[in-house]
């Protein structure tokens, strides 16, 4: 079946420190991508869709030169966390299609990267 | 306003009965749903999909109902087991092609012995 790594899956920083988080499709090719972020007992909330070859689409609330998003390849998305401060602690998960499975196709997550900023 | 519920934050049966979890949406068309384990600090596992037309589907001990009438899916576990506890999530994908995944809060199944 599908398969989404992600890493790194715990990272524990410094406040300032920026980190970097990678999303790989390890069977399928994915055109787009999908970082969620996740709080203790909420709902998966999107923050932004990754677009292989061009710019990210970012939520409403989500800053884009904070949570820096690149998709340089089908395979391959990553997100950066810039100068990281105690608020973005969070569950980070990323998520992708197979995009030449057709529509109505499900996706499939990765195992998630917890970041502790200190 | 746009809202999916999923109305019981946590549910717990005894091992061997049909674990029932609803999940009810407002001011949505799903083009599709799809149901969701997560075990905890664990990323959402795929389970089933269901489509607009369709009623129902079905996979081992998993069942999943959609109307879109009454905009409710019901998601059953049959004959369910201790390792069946987890945090069950229903998702809407919404028309318009390669779209994110809309989530409810998930409902907390703990299956006791």
């Known amino acids: 079946g599908a398969v989404v790594s992600q890493h790194p899956s715990w990272v524990i920083c410094k406040s300032g420190t920026s980190v970097k988080i990678e999303c790989r499709s390890l069977?399928?090719?994915?055109?787009?991508m999908f970082w969620y972020r996740q709080f203790p007992k909420q709902s998966l909330m999107l923050m932004a869709t990754?677009?292989?070859?061009?710019?990210?689409?970012?939520e409403q609330g989500v800053e884009k030169d904070k949570f820096l998003i690149n998709h340089a390849s089908l395979t391959l998305s990553t997100l950066t966390v810039t100068s990281a401060h105690p608020e973005d602690s969070s569950f980070y998960i990323c998520?992708?299609?197979?995009?030449?499975?057709?529509?109505?196709?499900?996706?499939?997550f990765g195992d998630g990267t917890r970041l502790s900023i200190l | 306003s746009q809202k999916i519920e999923q109305n019981s934050e946590a549910l717990n049966i005894q091992e061997g009965k049909t674990a029932t979890l609803t999940c009810n949406y407002t001011n949505y068309s799903p083009a599709y749903l799809q149901w969701y384990r997560q075990d905890p600090g664990r990323g959402p596992v795929f389970l089933l999909l269901?489509?607009?037309?369709?009623k129902e589907k079905r996979k081992e001990r998993l069942k999943v109902t959609f109307d879109t009438t009454l905009k409710q899916s019901l998601f059953h576990i049959t004959a369910s087991q201790p390792a069946d506890s987890a945090t069950y999530l229903c998702a809407l994908a919404l028309r318009g092609g390669n779209t994110p995944l809309v989530f409810g809060k998930g409902t907390r199944l703990s299956v006791i012995a």
């Open positions: 998520s992708a299609r197979d995009s030449q499975a057709g529509l109505n196709q499900p996706q499939h």
């Open positions: 069977d399928f090719q994915a055109t787009t």
């Open positions: 269901i489509r607009e037309n369709e």
């Open positions: 990754s677009n292989e070859g061009s710019k990210a689409t970012y």
